[in-house]
């Protein structure tokens, strides 16, 4: 065999190599258009019938392009339902339970992550029992418990008891204390979080002479970012798009947007939105617009720090 | 007395003891929000319970309403049966969609920035109502596919019979063309749903260190080698975590039939069966937990040995 033969068939080989390579990232690329698809399809079409106007809602011609926008559904979606209003009790819930989640998850996750105590394995066995224990079980229950709340009978040994129910306190007391929506997943993030961390930082401090909490503080939270950027936007949607706690817990006039939301159509019925013919159908710009509205505060939010975000889910290390 | 005996403790167990201080939040929200509606809830399964406005009565009445939804309710035992025939297929079906999503957005190529940002929303959606509302909309104007995003809706059936058709005559088994079927039908709603799944497979795959492929390409390995012999297994912990989240998140959705079922009897007042119902349902999960645990801990055991 000689040289030259020998320099072809490498050659050969190294094009069969790129042929190859070419070959997968168009197959990936085809593959991401197909998925991006699915994902975008139903959030251009929310959109984009939203800003269609009555008279072309109906127009068969019309698929992408309205002939002619038109903010009625977005007014008439506002007016139904109660938009600032439970907007405001939405994001007082949210924000209120996700900054108390985030303190109360997080000391959790350390105590859990650092420390060696009797009776450590009971601990991780009530906090895997919050996690799978589904709560419409026990919705029966923490509805009374929350319509008289006295913390395990401590208040009631002064005779008083909360009224948790109809107020944002229903979502922000229990995560003051770990035990909010979902809290148990938020624990188990920062315990695998801070798990992950080098012990020799903390020693260092603690041979500086620095105490347990301010380690903690000082220390340990600035190297766990991550998690609780995480954290965060999980609590903020998780929140934001509730519906079985937030049905269960408010049943007057204002209540969380998502539940607004879902009795949106009877909502517009009862208030007189139907065209001449009196059908449902012609309703679909409101009810998507109302679906727009009620999506779109966390999907700002997301555009914004999707960044932030991608980062910090690759490098929480979620599991332990 | 007690300081006595604090300072006879060494000072490792005075820094331990700390731990518990972290965790005295968690544990006073567990006695105030966990435990007393638990066991508050057991003793409605075993009681009739009737609320007035002044507060609620329970009259004890044993196992009646445990035999009530065994032996009388049929639409529980066949929303059960329904429940967990799709908590049986779907499970895997979305851990391999989900793994196969987070090692494509793992990769590097150009655009993968804008790719992974699309593919993250399906977590900022997570509620199932704005989707119903985007989905029952699109049905209703396109009328193109049965595709539901919710649940696995009534007029699925006609529109892959194509598909159906085509891999009958292929000879393949019916088992299996009803699987795929099953599949493409629910495609919209699995991949949806496989979001938060896609996210903690890709901080698995990232905390893979990268100098194992580097060691396994210096010798030779085949991406598909390094894919069984490295990825596989150092996954297998995530893979625990995901089927976990998956089952457990499976009751959270407003398609689950039997949730419904629960929450339609306490809404009508029958506190004591909605509870009955919800234990007897809790058990049978926890028991399918229970063997995802026991099996993910053998095969962990005996990998490492």
Request: hydrophobic residues 40%.
């Given at each position: 065999m000689s040289i030259k033969n020998l320099f072809d068939s490498r050659y050969a080989l190294a094009n069969k190599k790129k042929a190859k390579e070419i070959a997968i990232s168009v197959f990936r690329l085809l593959f991401c258009i197909c998925i991006c698809y699915l994902f975008l399809y139903p959030i251009l079409y929310m959109i984009i019938t939203s800003f269609q106007s009555p008279s072309s809602?109906?127009?068969?011609?019309?698929?992408?392009?309205?002939?002619q926008l038109s903010l009625d559904g977005l007014k008439g979606a506002i007016k139904e339902l109660n938009y600032w209003k439970s907007a405001g009790l939405t994001l007082t819930i949210t924000l209120g339970s996700t900054a108390a989640a985030l303190c109360s998850c997080a000391l959790a996750g350390y105590g859990l992550a650092r420390f060696k105590f009797p009776g450590k394995f009971i601990v991780f066995v009530l906090l895997i029992l919050t996690i799978v224990v589904p709560p419409q079980i026990l919705y029966s229950s923490t509805y009374i418990l929350y319509r008289f709340f006295d913390f395990g009978g401590f208040l009631s040994i002064f005779g008083l008891h909360l009224?948790?129910?109809?107020?944002?306190w229903v979502f922000i007391l229990p995560s003051m204390f770990g035990?909010?929506?979902r809290n148990g997943i938020f624990i188990f993030i920062f315990y695998s979080s801070f798990k992950g961390l080098p012990y020799e930082i903390e020693e260092a401090a603690k041979i500086d002479g620095c105490g347990v909490f301010k380690t903690f503080l000082q220390v340990m939270v600035p190297m766990a970012v991550p998690a609780f950027i995480t954290v965060l936007l999980f609590s903020i949607v998780w929140h934001w798009t509730d519906y079985n706690s937030s049905a269960t817990y408010f049943t007057q006039e204002l209540r969380p947007l998502v539940v607004m939301l879902k009795n949106l159509s009877t909502n517009l019925y009862m208030g007189g939105y139907r065209d001449a013919s009196g059908s449902v159908f012609s309703l679909r710009m409101y009810l998507q617009a109302g679906a727009m509205l009620t999506i779109a505060p966390p999907l700002i939010l997301y555009i914004f720090t999707q960044k932030y975000f991608t980062e910090s889910i690759e490098r929480t290390g979620l599991v332990g | 007395m007690k300081k006595r005996k604090l300072s006879r403790l060494s000072v490792s167990d005075r820094h331990n003891l700390n731990g518990l201080l972290f965790l005295l939040p968690f544990l006073i929200g567990f006695l105030c929000f966990y435990l007393e509606p638990i066991i508050q809830s057991i003793t409605f399964s075993f009681s009739d319970v009737t609320v007035s406005l002044s507060g609620y009565d329970t009259v004890p009445v044993g196992l009646k309403n445990y035999k009530f939804i065994f032996k009388e309710d049929a639409a529980f035992n066949t929303r059960v049966m329904l429940d967990f025939t799709n908590l049986l297929w779907k499970t895997p079906v979305i851990i391999v969609l989900s793994l196969f999503l987070a090692i494509l957005i793992n990769q590097k190529f150009p655009g993968r920035i804008f790719i992974r940002a699309v593919f993250f929303l399906p977590v900022i959606f997570s509620a199932g109502i704005v989707l119903q509302i985007i989905q029952s909309d699109l049905v209703v104007s396109?009328?193109?596919?049965?595709?539901s995003l919710i649940e696995d809706g009534g007029g699925v059936a006609n529109q892959s019979m194509g598909l159906n058709q085509l891999l009958l005559q292929a000879g393949i088994q019916e088992k299996i063309v009803e699987f795929v079927t099953k599949i493409t039908n629910n495609f919209f709603s699995l991949i949806w749903n496989s979001g938060i799944q896609m996210l903690i497979f890709l901080s698995g795959l990232q905390s893979i260190p990268g100098s194992l492929y580097e060691a396994a390409s210096v010798e030779g390995a085949s991406s598909w080698e390094s894919f069984c012999k490295i990825t596989v297994p150092m996954l297998v912990p995530t893979l625990l975590l995901n089927t976990i989240y998956t089952i457990v998140d499976s009751y959270s959705s407003t398609s689950n039939s039997v949730m419904a079922l629960i929450t339609s009897s306490i809404n009508t007042a029958k506190y004591g069966r909605a509870t009955a119902m919800a234990w007897v349902y809790f058990v049978l999960i926890g028991l399918i937990l229970g063997v995802v645990f026991f099996v993910s801990t053998r095969t962990k055991k005996s990998s490492r040995a």
């Open positions: 809602i109906e127009d068969p011609t019309v698929i992408w392009v309205p002939k009224n948790l129910l109809e107020s944002p035990a909010g929506l | 396109s009328m193109s596919s049965g595709n």
